[in-house]
């Protein structure tokens, strides 16, 4: 180092061109501005520790560290001292610039909760990133194998590169750790700052902390899981039953809690590529049921042939095309069937996947050999029942992906019913058109009973539907759990003209027309029923896709507590 | 770059489509040895070189070392080895380089033509506008029809050549900063008491104590590396926090007093008077270093519990047990900021704390202390020599002895040198209110957001014939005013010296090229004295070092002597450096404290027990306005009006998008207000839009709202304290009510909104 070398002395002087007597203003501005752009830190004063490597904070840090590694059966993990905490947010900035991250990101945030006695009110602030649960939530959900738990630390790293940007983690977490990054169309997470501790430094936030609120210690995953299972984690979080997560938060102020940002009346993201994904590929899949069931039952004019399967098979491919668009990065979709032993979202992929090929190949047949496939009648049925299992397959693995991530509004007893009131509702009315507008077109005989026998049927599933679904909204009293009370609220509130609109062409497309279609028949007006089809086809579709909206927008996500919106 | 193409890459790069362990996204996010002490930091930003600077944002004055690249900076970290902050600094700290690059820099000169529209001009046409008109108004309305209203967000050597040039160059008798909001009340405090304004503590002190008593002070969220030092406080000490609210910092305290709003000072008597009572006080102490003690202890002799229970709201027993706590200790400091200082007897109350130090002998010994913690970074700089209300150096304009030694400092003419101090910031607003001052000047500050009841501020400035605004950005509510705006370089485009709250001088330092035609605020008072034909007389004021030289001499032999330091590379070797460090005998240590040796400013060396009845607040709470109304920091992200703050989407995400109000649940259920929804904050003066936020960490008939947003001004009453003229932020009378559907759809918009 060499500040004790006569620099100190050294002082930029000012451009000899600088006169204060000068009349000429314009010349001191010139040398001004151009005194302006020097950066002179560098040479006027003296760089310090220039080649140490350790860095230097370690003194006051080293304490929050484990003295050794983790052994067998343990892991590392957070430990806040909530009482310690200032709430100064200092861990969300450092995590941010010691990590390089992009503008306005950071994998801490810091949520509040308030409570407390009359008397003795409390206010706490909850510091919280990635808790490297033993049972990841996102590791689990993740269909292209982008997590990793580390065997002897126990971190829950995310491979950036390997991510397809299908966001299925940020769903799964029930504690908000993965971030979709828009611009680079991956998730990227908290880390541990893993390579810091390999090298004996703290991590970013602990580094940060003023008051060493947040130290890295080595867990016994038994102790983890048992506490996990106790329900012991911190206020007002999620259960952490589900994913068992490590971070351990102490305090000595047991008291009853509320976030303070409890209303909730947060909207989730709509994900529109999703919405419409799940209606056409139920749409398809309903439809080649009614054709399954019309062929069974020995009325497969007009629903067997090319013109209602190919029908049906059009909305399947739009359905996997929208998918791709839900994707950060769609040129890696290919990978989206790796995590087929643990990913409900890979054997959905899977299912649709089988679903597409093995219709398209019976459409193919059905209109390159349809003497051939006549004169096999077993065979073609059992094919349309192959597609028909792999579409009613997928269906039911779209249940599973959002019933997996244990959300009250997204559980199979709700999603289940409405996913299968969509496959029903949108595959009669698709078939309804499919029948009247051949039959207008004089493509095949008379419907006949068809028509009647659809619409009614129709109309039956969609009254189902729309009353299954005025439960979601229905004002609920407190032996509801907390999450669909909160969805109900939003329903009511500020996604209430949405939710009516969405009634009101569900009952238009699925009720109202199709009666008028059913009186239409009965009058012999080929025509008019099949444009009134074509309506009924499209308010229903119009409907699903709000309710499939809705059910998005709606749901409440279970996380960290957090404060008011920032 | 060639790459081969046999087996095991082909291999691999099949397996990489498939599960890719490695790749740029994955780079992107690597991080690598530092050097220079650092420990890894991100692989994209490897500095090639580090300087330490002091932060820009509060006055802790925290060392932030600027990670550089060819000498501009590209990252920054907390030092660990300045010795104010051990490597530790608030999210604004880290984010201090972030809101430099603003898209609302403003980069060039903006002049507002006949039509009222504005323009970019050159720096000549601006510079050689604004003398011309501020020429033309003081020819008209006499030399004082000018004045300036300036900071504390600026270098020492800024604020002395701005002082300098305006008034011994440019003829104006009035300038005042806005620190005047916020420390005025402690500054006048301390000179009243000790004889000179001297804030006597180290930061030290916070871990040396073994009883705290902080006074309308929340450093768990204005001061968080304050706060540090008292959880390294080694000797359990006892905390008592005294704040209406239950903050954070109440949270931590083992005594909350949460006494009700402006009742602090008969709280101070109540203690001070049973404290007496009991004996507890350092009879030699006050009989070698003090005057007036035995009027003092007369003056308090009403103050028993019950009355101050009655007056605070405090069960008798909790002042009874706050003060065996302060006698049951040997170090006791005092500790406050805002809650104090921004009332409309903050003097006094101020006084109150010093008066309880002298009493017990808590002072001037490790741990002790009547210690009023600084606001904005520079205020301690300002209030020695901004050359405003006091002449440079903590002098008198009003003493010939004290003009004819600045004179011969400087080698000017002594009649350049105003007679009469200036109008203090309310008396400058009045005067051009009255049209009195006609041409205003206005620096680094943002009135248009901060000064309190706006309900008439951007009418009076309106009056004026000509504002100029001299700014960072253009987008502030002041700089959309300007007639002329001037763009500025600011924190880290610039170099010069800061002061801390425990009187240590820092560095900052240029490591990032201002944009567009930006220049730092040397260089524009630099051309404001040129242009107005009074360059010649600052011919020795040619850069910020050369004023470092100029401010020693000016401070030589007075009680902030920094002679002793050498010149801007001493300092950086230092660490900082606090006053005094005279150039006789320097006491080296990094870390000191004033009056160990019980000797105080005033010319017998003694201090002074000064008191005075408290006033009942300016605008009590009525059956039309039933709630008090506090305002405060809301968070350690946000900074004042906002307008560096609000530029960095980190900080943005650690506070509330919209403004809130807290509220008592028990109010909120009357009012029918629920957490997150909108509410309508209404006083006599104007009204506010508010998210409500239910919290039992505000009493009931409490209302706070942070002072953040540009509304909460609309409704404060410009009451002050008459000796400091310090305006009483954190008391005035509203109602609330919930806001109408629509009624809230659209929040007040402004630049501190995104």
């Keep these: 180092m060499d500040f004790d070398d006569g620099v100190g002395s050294r002082v930029v002087t000012p451009p000899a061109s600088r006169s204060w007597d000068a009349g000429r203003g314009g010349f001191l501005v010139d040398s001004l501005l151009s005194e302006q752009g020097d950066l002179s830190a560098v040479e006027r004063f003296a760089q310090f520790h220039e080649d140490v490597l350790e860095p230097l904070q370690g003194r006051y840090y080293s304490a929050l560290l484990p003295a050794s590694p983790p052994g067998p059966g343990q892991q590392l993990a957070f430990e806040v001292d909530l009482d310690r905490c200032s709430g100064c947010k200092a861990c969300v900035a450092a995590c941010h610039t010691l990590n390089g991250l992009d503008e306005g990101e950071s994998w801490r945030e810091v949520g509040l909760v308030v409570g407390g006695l009359a008397a003795l009110p409390v206010i706490q602030h909850v510091t919280s990133s990635c808790h490297h649960c033993l049972d990841p939530a996102c590791l689990t959900a993740c269909p292209v194998n982008a997590y990793e738990k580390d065997p002897v630390t126990g971190i829950v790293k995310h491979l950036d590169d390997q991510c397809f940007g299908c966001q299925y983690c940020t769903l799964a977490c029930p504690y908000d750790a993965p971030k979709f990054h828009p611009g680079k169309g991956i998730v990227r997470k908290c880390d541990m700052c893993g390579d810091r501790l390999k090298g004996g430094e703290a991590p970013a936030c602990v580094q940060a902390c003023p008051h060493e609120a947040i130290r890295i210690t080595v867990v016994d995953r038994a102790v983890v899981r048992a506490r996990a299972e106790a329900g012991e984690f911190v206020a007002t979080a999620s259960d952490p039953a589900y994913t068992a997560p490590t971070t351990r938060y102490r305090s000595l102020m047991p008291v009853d809690f509320r976030p303070a940002d409890e209303i909730g009346m947060k909207l989730e993201h709509a994900h529109m590529p999703l919405v419409i994904m799940l209606m056409t590929t139920q749409l398809s899949a309903g439809g080649f049921l009614v054709a399954l069931f019309a062929r069974l039952a020995g009325l497969a004019e007009g629903l067997g042939s090319p013109p209602h399967l190919g029908f049906c098979l059009v909305f399947l491919y739009i359905g996997l095309a929208a998918s791709l668009f839900h994707l950060g990065r769609p040129l890696f979709a290919y990978r989206a069937i790796l995590g087929l032993r643990h990913s409900w979202l890979s054997r959905e992929v899977l299912a649709f996947g089988l679903f597409a090929k093995l219709a398209t190949a019976l459409v193919a047949a059905e209109l390159l050999a349809p003497d051939w496939m006549a004169g096999h009648a077993v065979l073609r049925t059992a094919l349309l029942v192959v597609v028909v299992v792999a579409g009613l397959g997928g269906v039911a693995c779209s249940v599973m992906v959002y019933h997996a991530v244990r959300r009250p509004f997204w559980q199979a007893r709700s999603a289940g019913v409405k996913f299968a009131g969509t496959t029903l509702v949108l595959g009669l009315a698709a078939a309804l058109v499919s029948v009247s507008v051949s039959s207008a077109l004089a493509l095949n005989g008379p419907a006949g009973l068809l028509i009647p026998v659809l619409a009614g049927a129709l109309i039956a599933a969609s009254a189902a539907k729309l009353w299954f679904e005025t439960g979601d909204s229905r004002e609920r009293d407190e032996t509801v759990v907390e999450p669909l009370r909160l969805t109900a609220g939003l329903l009511r509130g500020p996604l209430k003209r949405t939710a009516d609109f969405r009634r009101w062409l569900g009952v238009a497309g699925g009720v109202v027309v199709p009666s008028l279609a059913i009186a239409a028949a009965a009058q012999g007006g080929d025509k008019v029923v099949a444009a009134l089809a074509v309506v009924a086809l499209t308010a229903s579709i119009g409907g699903e896709l709000l309710e499939r909206f809705l059910f998005f927008r709606a749901v409440t996500r279970p996380r960290m507590p957090g404060a008011l919106t920032s | 770059m060639t790459t081969t193409l046999d087996r095991p890459s082909i291999l691999k790069r099949i397996q990489a489509l498939l599960h890719a362990k490695e790749g740029p996204l994955t780079r992107e996010l690597v991080r690598e040895p530092g050097r220079f002490g650092l420990g890894q930091v991100p692989a994209t930003k490897i500095p090639d070189a580090t300087t330490v600077m002091v932060c820009g944002f509060c006055s802790t004055g925290c060392g932030l070392t600027v990670h550089l690249q060819d000498g501009r900076a590209i990252n920054l970290t907390p030092t660990t080895d300045y010795p104010v902050n051990r490597g530790l600094a608030c999210p604004k700290g880290w984010e201090a380089l972030t809101v430099l690059d603003a898209p609302d820099r403003a980069t060039v000169p903006l002049l507002r033509n006949q039509a009222g529209a504005r323009s970019p001009v050159s720096w000549h046409e601006a510079m050689t506008t604004m003398a011309a008109r501020f020429h033309a108004i003081q020819a008209r309305h006499g030399a004082d029809s000018i004045a300036f209203l300036s900071t504390g967000q600026i270098a020492t050597e800024e604020m002395a050549l701005l002082g300098a040039v305006a008034k011994f160059g440019m003829g104006m008798v009035h300038g005042d900063g806005n620190t005047r909001q916020c420390m005025a009340s402690a500054a006048v405090a301390y000179k009243q008491s000790f004889g000179f304004d001297a804030p006597p503590y180290s930061y030290h002190d916070l871990e040396e104590s073994d ?422 920091r809301g968070s350690a992200a946000q900074w004042h009006t906002q307008t560096r703050t609000a530029k960095s989407d980190v900080l943005r995400k650690l506070y509330p998008r919209d403004p809130y109000v807290e509220i008592n649940p028990a109010d909120a259920r009357e009012l029918g207000l629920v957490t997150g929804r909108w509410g309508v904050v209404e006083s006599r003066r104007g009204s506010a839009r508010a998210r409500a936020f239910v919290t039992p960490t505000v009493p009931a008939g409490l209302l706070f709202m942070p002072m953040h947003d540009g509304s909460t001004n609309r409704l404060t009453l410009a009451a002050f304290d008459p000796e400091s003229r310090q305006p009483a932020y954190k008391a005035c009378a509203v109602r609330i009510r919930a806001a109408a559907d629509g009624e809230a759809a659209h929040p007040t918009s402004g630049p501190t909104t995104h």
Aim: proline share 7%.
């Design chain 2, 211 to 632: 009883c705290i008593i902080l006074i309308g002070a929340n450093p768990c969220i204005a001061h968080p590396v304050l706060w540090e030092r008292v959880t390294k406080n080694p000797h359990a000490p006892e905390i008592l926090v005294v704040d209406p609210r239950r903050t954070e910092t109440a949270m931590a305290a083992t005594l909350h007093l949460p006494i009700r709003p402006k009742s602090d000072l008969t709280l101070l008597y109540g203690i001070a008077h049973l404290l007496i009572k009991r004996g507890a006080i350092d009879r030699a102490y006050i009989d070698a270093h003090t005057r007036d003690f035995a009027a003092f202890a007369e003056f308090v002799r009403p103050y028993e519990p019950a009355l101050v229970a009655r007056e605070t709201g405090l069960a008798p027993q909790v002042i009874l047990d706050a003060a065996a706590r302060i006698e049951r200790s040997s170090r006791v400091s005092l500790w406050w900021t805002m809650g104090v200082n921004q009332s409309h007897q903050g003097v006094k109350t101020a006084q109150a704390a010093i008066n309880l130090a002298l009493m017990t002998g808590n002072i001037g010994r490790p741990g002790t202390g009547a210690n009023s913690i600084t606001g904005q970074c520079n205020a301690m700089g300002s209030r020695l020599f901004s050359n405003t209300t006091n002449l440079l150096g903590g002098r008198d304009f009003a003493d010939p002895a004290d003009r004819a030694c600045v004179a011969a400092i400087l080698g000017i003419p002594e009649a350049n040198i105003p007679r009469r101090p200036s109008l203090s910031y309310d008396g400058i607003i009045e005067g051009v209110k009255s049209g009195a001052i006609k041409g205003l000047w206005i620096v680094a500050t943002n009135p248009a957001h901060s000064w309190i009841d706006q309900s008439t501020l951007r009418e009076t400035l309106g009056k004026l014939e000509f504002l100029v605004v001299q700014d960072m950005y253009h987008s502030t509510e002041t700089a959309r005013l300007a007639d002329l705006l001037l763009p500025a370089a600011g924190w880290g485009e610039k170099e010069g010296t800061f002061i801390n709250s425990e009187r240590r001088i820092g560095l900052i330092k240029k490591v990032r090229r201002a944009p567009g035609q930006a220049l730092s605020d040397f260089h524009i008072f630099t051309l404001a004295a040129h242009y107005h034909g009074c360059g010649a007389m600052f011919r020795e004021w040619s850069s910020p070092e050369s004023v470092f030289q100029i401010l020693k001499r000016l401070s030589a032999g007075r009680p902030c002597d920094f002679s002793g330091v050498a010149d801007y590379h001493a300092l950086d070797l230092a660490g900082g450096v606090q006053w005094p460090y005279p150039a006789a005998n320097p006491d080296p240590s990094p870390r000191r404290r004033l009056f160990s040796d019980g000797r105080y400013y005033h010319a017998d060396g003694r201090a002074r027990f000064l008191f005075d009845a408290p006033r009942p607040l300016p605008e009590p709470p009525d059956a039309a306005y039933p709630f008090q109304l506090l305002t405060g």
